[in-house]
């Protein structure tokens, strides 16, 4: 047997990770775990400066170059998302995960004040884009023997109550596209994941807990790791819906039975 003198291949190698919300928050320290883990990066936000900017210190650290897909989720139309699965099918040949981390909250407001735009706004960004971005990109992963989609949840007792608006509805809604997608790609290489993070120092949180002391929290790259293994498929046992602890290695199942499968 010949002997392994190399160390052993980073765990996303080779691997096209697409990630919305980017520039800033989860999505941004998602793709510096998923850029340090080997993978090709695919930045997609809406601050062209703040990609720029992770862009440049992603190449500086000696990572892949990532690409930049400008792009507003709140205006996007279906065919937005088919010109981007295009794009990364002819950059790259292939997709193996995505990681939706865009979100939407102007602040907390009952539903009898909130303007209307800010409704029909708050459920595009944050449950209709998720669904027309991987619907799109659907026949990309399943060209790959192990993929995986994450889509990143909130609290659902929280987010249920008083003046979380369509933040909130749009949020319990995404808990199930994951578990009907899940269902249809049950026999598929695609592997389904809702993602809980827990309290974090973050813009969207501040919108909702201004007094809060921030320097408390950790920070977004605290739960980036687990994200990272479950795009790498670590653990193939991993439940449909995970929380992430902070600076934890194994996730662990948020102990949903209803969405269980």
């Not at 998602?30 to 992603?58: I, K, Q, W, Y």
């Not at 399943?142 to 249920?160: G, H, I, P, S, Y």
């Amino acid at each position: 047997m010949a002997a392994n003198d190399g160390a052993a291949s980073p765990p996303l190698a080779n691997r096209v990770i697409l990630i919305t919300g980017a520039n800033g928050g989860l999505g941004e320290a998602v793709a510096r775990a998923s850029a340090a883990a080997g993978a090709n990066v695919v930045l997609l936000g809406r601050r062209v400066p703040r990609l720029t900017r992770l862009h440049d210190e992603l190449e500086a650290a000696g990572c892949r170059t990532p690409s930049i897909y400008p792009m507003d989720l709140s205006g996007a139309v279906p065919e937005d998302y088919d010109v981007l699965a295009r794009a990364i099918a002819d950059e790259y040949g292939r997709l193996d995960g995505i990681v939706h981390c865009a979100a939407e909250l102007k602040g907390l407001s009952s539903l009898q004040n909130l303007p209307l735009e800010d409704w029909f706004t708050g459920l595009h960004v944050n449950l209709t884009a998720p669904f027309l971005l991987t619907r799109a990109c659907l026949p990309l992963l399943r060209e790959r023997e192990d993929a995986c989609v994450l889509f990143a949840l909130d609290d659902a007792q929280r987010t249920a109550r008083a003046f979380w608006g369509p933040y909130g509805v749009a949020k319990h809604a995404l808990r199930g596209l994951v578990s009907i997608l899940a269902d249809e790609l049950e026999n598929s290489p695609i592997r389904v994941h809702g993602v809980e993070p827990g309290p974090m120092r973050s813009a969207l949180r501040a919108r909702a807990f201004f007094a809060e002391d921030a320097s408390t929290l950790p920070d977004p790259s605290a739960y980036a790791r687990a994200c990272v293994q479950l795009l790498a498929g670590t653990d193939r046992a991993a439940p449909r819906f995970v929380t992430l602890q902070p600076h934890s290695i194994a996730p662990r199942s948020l102990g949903l039975a209803t969405f269980a499968g």
